[in-house]
């Protein structure tokens, strides 16, 4: 079957299609298999054909010369606001090495004085979907193994604008445990 013929199919037909192709090669294997099939040649013929779509990888990245020295302000964020992320998530989600990760920490890295942590998903090196599957499977993590952090304070009272106006309706609920 052409690539033309399958993009004038519905989704429901390529699924159906796909289902039956299978079920006819699993057919044909098991007939190989018993010593029943007398024409092998359909056994190659019968291959799905259909194109599966690729999962995407997660392979290097390329970080542009402009923010390379945003790392280490980011690792410094995610160090402060994320203590329950490990250094290999941290190295996983902004694209930066251990070494690094260590060396913030421990403020040795050669730029430590002029380092001011920064939200790494404003500085476009990760996306906040990314950063919050991070957050929660390291959370869950350390639930499983009774390891406690802090939670990130909530603040005292609702945000206020100058002139008596409370923005809190427009905030997210914040999840009081």
Known sequence: MRARDLRDLTDDELEHKLADTRQEL???????????LENTARLKMAKVTIPLPAPRTKGPRYTPVSKRQDKP???????????????????????????TIAKVRERSHWNAANLKPQ???????????????AVEKARRAAEKSGTVHPQPAAPAE???LPGGFDISHFLPPTRQE
């Open 26 to 36: 699993f057919n044909l294997r098991f007939q190989a298999a018993t010593g029943a």
């Open 73 to 99: 302000n980011a690792v410094m964020w995610l160090l402060r606001h994320h203590p329950e992320l490990g250094d290999a998530q941290i190295a996983r989600l902004i694209g930066t090495t251990k070494d």
């Open 119 to 133: 939200d790494p998903v404003l500085l476009g090196l990760c996306t906040q979907t990314d950063l919050n599957r």
């Open 158 to 160: 609702p945000a206020k």
